[in-house]
């Protein structure tokens, strides 16, 4: 940014510099006020207009970086009691999925149309069960993925995984307000599909480097309604927050 600015003698562009980086890392993953750090930024535009410095370009191209005018929009919900484990974890169908006993979270970047959501990448020897109590008792981890869950969600809605013996599963959405940062790395995290930095574990494991469902977005900077993973808690979390259970 300095290298588009030119400064009167004495000038140090450098303090510019170190503000929109801690702006910018505490506005998406600190949750401060980003109206507070604007204020700061103009202040910087009035003293240095004295100098001789056209900065308002400048702090109009941080404020649109800031400022969380876009969406993304959260699917979750818990898995289905009763019945559902074993009429889940038992069937050998691939599109039978296991997400439906366990649980999950995935977000939407076209309003529902697509949902994604990151779970863990296994090799086709395991069985579902093989791979949940592995994840639960063992507390093993996996090779992080990001998959399109459309069907899912999508079945979810629709009632198939619904327990016969038990309560049915309650699906919720959320709009999270976030910046067109947030959005392109949701983006390009879906649009790459494998997370080799980030692998997968149920909640609480311990491990740094190890996210769920609920968390991994967070990595990529979107306000979580709750960071730690447990569904149970998490989507009270959601629905403090605003989020609308969806009708079947």
Not at 129 to 158: A, N
């Amino acid at each position: 940014m300095g290298s588009s600015l030119t400064s009167p003698p004495g000038t140090d562009l450098n303090g510019i510099g170190l503000v929109y980086a801690i702006l910018l890392g505490e506005g998406q993953n600190e949750n401060c006020w980003v109206e507070e750090g604007l204020e700061a930024l103009q202040a910087f535009d009035v003293i240095m207009a004295g100098g001789g410095i056209q900065v308002g370009a400048a702090i109009d191209n941080i404020a649109a970086t800031l400022r969380k005018d876009e969406v993304v929009q959260m699917w979750a919900f818990r898995g289905g009691r009763g019945e559902t484990k074993a009429k889940v974890l038992d069937n050998p169908d691939p599109n039978v999925r296991a997400e439906a006993y366990t649980g999950h979270v995935g977000v939407s970047l076209d309003g529902g149309k697509s949902i994604y959501g990151f779970g863990p990448k296994v090799s086709g020897s395991e069985t579902k069960r093989d791979v949940i109590d592995g994840l639960s008792k063992k507390k093993s981890t996996y090779p992080g993925v990001i998959h399109d869950d459309t069907v899912l969600f999508s079945d979810i809605m629709k009632g198939k995984y619904d327990p016969a013996d038990h309560a049915p599963i309650d699906l919720f959405t959320l709009d999270i307000p976030t910046t067109a940062a947030v959005r392109k790395k949701i983006g390009n995290a879906i649009q790459q599909g494998d997370t080799p930095d980030i692998r997968y574990g149920f909640p609480k494991t311990g491990r740094d480097g190890v996210e769920n469902c609920a968390t991994f977005f967070g990595t990529c900077g979107l306000d979580l309604p709750l960071k730690n993973g447990n569904l149970r808690d998490y989507i009270p979390a959601m629905i403090d927050k605003g989020a609308i259970k969806i009708t079947k």
